[in-house]
Every structure is written in C-alpha cells, then in structure tokens.
C-alpha cells in the first residue's frame, strides 16, 4: 500500500514538473504538437497577432543566442561556469524572435495592403461593383507579387473563394480585418460597411477612405526607414564595447589582468549593468508606436 502511494505521489510530482516546463518552453517560443499539425495541415487560417516558431527556428535561435551570450559573458569575466550560465539564457531569444517576426510580417502586410487599396479606388472609378473590384485587385496584386505564399494574396484567395460561395463580402472582409490586427484595415472594413448600411456613395468613400489611408502608411513607411537606420547604428554602438574589450584582451592581456581579480569583477560588473541600461533606453527610444 505505502509502495503503491509513493508511486502516485512520485508520478504526481513528475507530471507537475513536466506540466511547469512545457509551460516555460511554450512562454519561450516552443509550439504544441499540435498547432505544429495544424499549420502543417493548413487546416486554420493566419492569425496575425500570433507567430508560432517551428522546432528548427526555435533550435536555431537558442542556439545563436546560447554562443552570443556565452562569448559576451566570457569576454567580462573569463569564467566558463558564469559563461555557461549566461548561454542558458539563450532559451528566451524565440520569443524575442517571434515578436520580431510577427511585427516584421505585420509591416508587410501594411504595405501590400496599401498597394491593394490603389488597385481597389482604379477599379471603383472604372465602373465595376464592389465584388467585382476586390476580383480585379487581386488579380493585379499578382503581378505585383508574384510569389503565391504572399500574406495579402493568400487572404484575397480567401475572398474570392468566400464570394463564389456566396458570402457577403463585408463579412469575408471583416473575418480578415478581425484576423489581422491592424488598425488601417479595420477602419477600411469599418468604412465600407458603414457605406453599404447608409446607402452612401461608395465610390467617392472608397477613394476618399482610401487616399487617406493610403497617406497614413506612406507617412507610417517614411518614419520606419529612418528608424531602421538609427537601430542599425544602435545595433553597431551595442558591439562595439566587445569588439574593444575582445580586441585589449588579444593585444594587452598584462593591462587587462588587474579587472580579473578581486575589485575588477565588480567593475567588470558595473560596467556590464551599464551597458545593457544603455542598451536598453537605445531599444526603448527606438520602438516607436506608429
């Protein structure tokens, strides 16, 4: 009976254990089995606010962030054991990854869709009905991007196929408005419902809707690409304090004894607790909200 108890307690705490790690890799970045076969099965559609990682962009990630953080630690303190430490850390780069990722696609999305509006106000003002006007986007997007994996040109495909079965096409729109999570895309939805409601005149709220829409994300590009190259050379400040302490390491490691011993640690220490401060205020200044 006491062997029999200890045996359920002992499974209990196992699967206690192993129900908080795969709540800490699933916090990290790391799948379920199966949103990994759904996706594969491509029996959901994109949810653009989630950007699942598959296992070899987990892996990978880790890994490269397990070696950078090793060999930054290293250059610091010359310690293996702290350096292993700090490699461990390395487990939380996929979900830095992911978010990156997914503001990535989220931007491409921004910019195909202003692209569609163009193409959508041509159409309008050459005489074609709604419907019809979204067919004839779509087929233009494909000459602007001929990859068929393209996120707006998979989510026109969806259209088309929900109006040949006779789905309204506000609804269809909103489902990928919903889905998307992006502001511009809502108020367009919200726009040309609130026409088809009113009754108003839909070419001249279409194009009045899409011109200013259409600015916004001219404005919203203008501002990213000069933020991109402020982060890249953010990204250039950040290395270059361990390219220098790599570089007197190599070449004067008699002037660099002293900081390994005694005080030095804590100097190593501080110096190390400024600059992922500094790294940190450069990442905030730089993420602007548009």
Known sequence: MNNSSGVNKSSSLHRQLGGRIERMLLWCG??????????????TLTNY?????????????????????YGAV????????LSFAAASLGILAPRIRRKFLLEQRKERLKLQFKE?????????AAGRSLENAFLSTHDD?????????????????????????????EYALRNFANRAGIDEITQFVDALAACKRSGGDLLEVMKQTSIIIGEKLEIEQEIAVMVAQKKFEGR????????????????????????????????????????LLCFWLMAKMMSIRM
């Open 236 to 275: 250039i400040m950040m290395a270059v304090p361990f390219v220098f302490l790599a570089f007197l390491s190599l070449a004067a490691p008699d002037y660099m004894a002293p900081l390994y011993g005694g005080i030095g640690y804590l100097l190593l220490t501080g110096a190390l607790l400024l600059l």
């Open 116 to 124: 569609a509006l163009f193409s959508l106000t041509s159409s309008l």
């Open 141 to 169: 997007l494909k000459l602007i991007y001929p990859d068929a994996r393209t996120e707006l040109l998979l989510e026109f495909q969806i259209i088309r196929f929900r109006l040949d079965n006779g789905e309204p096409l």
């Open 74 to 81: 290293f250059l610091f303190y010359h310690s293996v054991f």
């Open 49 to 69: 606010e989630q950007y699942p990682l598959n296992r070899n962009q987990f892996i990978a990630t880790s890994l490269i962030a397990a070696v950078i953080f």
């Open 30 to 43: 790391w799948e379920s089995d199966a949103t990994i076969a759904n996706l594969r099965a491509g029996r």
